[in-house]
């Protein structure tokens, strides 16, 4: 639906004028009917004002502004906010019955909000050091800086450098959105080049990959393990305040077999 259609339609739904319409917002009538055929587009301001007068859901609010060709609010939200307590309690649902397989809540900005059993044992595992000094959880851990530090997640990775890179690609991604990340992604970056590069002229990925497939060498043998990540929220609703889910699958018989014999449910 293009976006005079939406407007219009988001209108005549709510039984309201184009009059009525116009006078709430402080412009002709005129404008309001060359708007919905198409004939003017709206400022952001009056789209947003628009959207407000007719009380419509974010995510619909959302979609007009992408359809405006308008970037989204960057709206932040605590976590202890009631509006986002469903959300929560609906990720932790799936935490719990993701189990005994590891599995993370982080937020925009990639500090973690939540993770299961099977997330605080595998990082007992794959960065004991680290994750000792953060009291065995990693709920609030900063997981950028997890990546570039000498103890952390790439420590006993094999293939520290592709994976890295494929993670230094989504992050470069991403920090258009939130360019407040850029300073943590480029000490990430030094650390990555500094301590797994390998020898020649071998050039990180420019594009961040639709999963990873990550394997360690620990105490209990090598674990291998693919992940997928999921945003919480309908596409036209992300914003810095979204939550996404990591979810971590064995990729063999031997992985699964000691994540279920070590991860206590719940």
Known sequence: MKLAQLLRHLRTDRNIAQLELALRLGVSQRHVSYIEAGRARPSRELLLAWMAELEVPT???????????????QE?????????????????????AHEPNP?????????????????????????????ASAGGQVRGMDMIAALGHPQGLLSRM????????????QLHAEASATPAMQARIQRFSDALNQRHRPAGRTEPPDHAAPYLSLSFDTALGTLSYFYVQSVFALPQDVTLASLRMELWFPLDGHTAEVTRRHVAPG
């Open 103 to 131: 599995a993370l809540v982080f937020d925009a900005d990639w500090r973690t909000v939540d993770q299961n059993s099977g997330a605080t044992w595998l990082w007992s595992l794959v960065m004991p050091e680290l994750a």
């Open 76 to 96: 932040k939200m605590p976590l202890d906010s009631p509006a986002l307590a469903p959300a929560l309690q609906a990720l932790r649902h799936t935490l719990v």
């Open 59 to 73: 995510s619909v609010r959302n979609a007009a502004l992408l359809h405006a060709g308008f970037a989204l609010p």
């Open 158 to 169: 094999r293939e520290p450098w592709a994976v890295g890179s494929a993670l230094l690609a």
